[in-house]
């Protein structure tokens, strides 16, 4: 496996890759690919979120669990799929709540790349999957490094918003100083809990009262998909 990974963020995540658990997660890894197994998102998108969002310009940081598991879905954003894919149903309740609150319309796709852009750390705790196996690799590695990032960025930046949807969102929620910065918590998106907290939580109107009110430029949460269609393939 590659580990490919912006300067910005390699300052402070370099150690990282020098540890015991990262050189196990490299080997798990090339093993699934010896035995064929296909891994989701494509190897150069693993560190999109990280390469896509700098580490000076987070002002929100989404956290889900692992990537979609169905071929050409996953690009390395967290929620976000490839154009010219099916939106998915916890997206479209994203897109649902973000009118709700906003007023902004659900675009016809749901890549959320311009989040990325826009400072919205779209990050998965667990980077890869096995093709239709939800899941797959969690507890390999991943959710140390991906920890790792959510602690600097606690200790190292002022006034992020950090936006917890669900228990194992929930979960991270002791990485956080809340001295520091805003932590907005819900259920998550997902059809089955979505009616429970998170539709109505007004989150996103939330995250940029507080960004204004610290100094920072609001989040533009118009979904608009600013890469072309990726093509995934067999690691």
């Not at 080997?27 to 296909?38: C, P, R, S, T, V």
């Not at 200790?155 to 932590?183: T, Y």
């Amino acid at each position: 496996m590659s580990l490919v990974l912006s300067e910005s963020w390699g300052r402070y995540l370099a150690g990282e890759f020098e540890q015991v658990y990262m050189s196990e997660l490299v080997a798990f890894l090339d093993e699934q690919k010896a035995e064929g197994k296909i891994i989701y998102p494509a190897e150069e998108n693993r560190f999109a979120a990280f390469n896509e969002t700098p580490f000076e310009s987070v002002k929100v940081v989404i956290i889900g669990q692992d990537p979609y598991h169905g071929a050409n879905q996953a690009h390395g954003l967290s929620f976000s799929v490839l154009p010219g894919q099916k939106i998915p149903p916890s997206l479209r309740n994203i897109y649902k709540e973000l009118n709700a609150d906003l007023g902004i319309a659900a675009p016809e796709h749901g890549c959320l790349s311009s989040w990325a852009k826009a400072g919205v750390l779209l990050l998965n705790a667990t980077l890869t999957v096995e093709e239709r196996a939800p899941g797959s690799h969690q507890g390999r590695g991943w959710e140390r490094f991906t920890d790792a990032a959510i602690r600097i960025l606690s200790e190292k930046r002022e006034h992020l918003v950090f936006m917890l949807w669900g228990n194992f969102a929930h979960s991270k929620a002791d990485l956080i100083d809340v001295d520091r910065h805003l932590v907005l918590k819900s259920t998550h998106p997902s059809p089955f809990s979505a009616h429970r907290g998170f539709l109505g939580s007004a989150h996103f109107s939330k995250a940029n009262a507080y960004l204004i009110a610290n100094g920072y430029d609001p989040v533009d949460w118009s979904p608009a998909c600013t890469q072309p269609q990726l093509q995934l393939g067999l690691d």
